[in-house]
């Protein structure tokens, strides 16, 4: 797939450093919501080592303006054995968070941005079947002990910066690719 590249420069028009939003008109652009799809990635895989059943897993990217973006990782998690009691008929005792880490992210070249992990949330959205996702408040994450703090503050030590390469970019599909190689596989959603 990545052979077959059809947008081999991705972020090349985020380069001129234009703080309109036309470089998000494209159809092909990176800017948008989604949905990640397949991973090798060792710090997303080791999400199910957690006590906590892993949702959907989702990143939305938003134009800051020039070379500037903002990116939502985004993960529902529900507590462990929610799937198997929804299955067996009591769906309406739910429970959902919504996690979300920030980075901000930098374009570097035409095919990779620079990360730098900002911030976070936890939101709850149900409780016990019912909706609280207007109701309580979101939780800051304690950034200073998450794992991409420590990765960005050594990174930065021995200046090398965290990125992401993006490798395959068409209207639906975006494949990213880490420095150590990790594969990210996406679908644009809605």
Known sequence: L?????????LAPFLGGSSSTEQGDDEASIIGSWR???TDAPDVLS????PVEIGVIDQNVIFRGGKQFLLENVVLVEPLGSGAISGAGFGQLRSELRTVVEAEAEVLDERRVG???T???????????????TLLPGVPLPFGGLPSAILTSIARAFGRSISLETTFLDEDTRVGRSPRGDLFVLRRFT
């Open 2 to 10: 990545e052979l077959r590249n059809p947008r081999p420069e991705p």
């Open 36 to 38: 990640l799809v397949y």
């Open 119 to 133: 911030g976070g949330r936890v939101e709850p959205q149900a409780l016990l079947g019912q909706d609280v996702s």
């Open 47 to 50: 999400l199910t080592l957690l």
């Open 115 to 117: 990360l730098v992990f």
